[in-house]
């Protein structure tokens, strides 16, 4: 996208767009037919070269904020993932096995397998949030 904007979204050094430019703004931003770079003077054809129509800023006033380190707790999480797999298997469950059977998984299977898929899918988020700093 910067190499368009630079190169391609440009305009010659004469065009209206530009008559506010001040001459540092314009020798930071000149370019020639190529899009390389041009050193400008007040002297030089404002004919002679391009300027961006979208100049490209590099440096930015505002420092970058701070990722929030340590300001998830994954545990935090648990109940409501356990919940909700809870909720999957019940509904498998209820659509795929019929009777006592069902009835039996959902009070001694189910919440066994939540809690354990629940656990894995936590501990694995805390590992995956360790390795990326956070």
Request: proline share 7%; charged share 20%; no cysteine.
């Amino acid at each position: 996208m910067r190499t368009y904007l630079e190169s391609e979204l440009v305009l010659s050094g004469d065009n209206s767009l530009f008559d506010d430019w001040d001459l540092p703004l314009r020798q930071k931003h000149a370019t020639g037919k190529d899009g390389k770079a041009v050193v400008i003077t007040a002297e030089t054809d404002r004919a002679t070269y391009y300027l961006p129509i979208i100049p490209v800023v590099t440096e930015s006033a505002a420092p970058l904020p701070k990722w929030p380190v340590g300001m998830l707790n994954p545990d935090s999480l648990k109940e409501s993932v356990v919940g909700r797999i809870e909720a999957v298997l019940n509904k498998l469950r209820g659509d795929n096995l019929p009777g006592f059977l069902a009835s039996l998984a959902g009070v001694v299977v189910v919440p066994g397998v939540a809690h354990y898929l629940g656990a894995m899918l936590i501990d694995k988020l805390r590992t995956d949030l360790g390795n990326a700093g956070l």
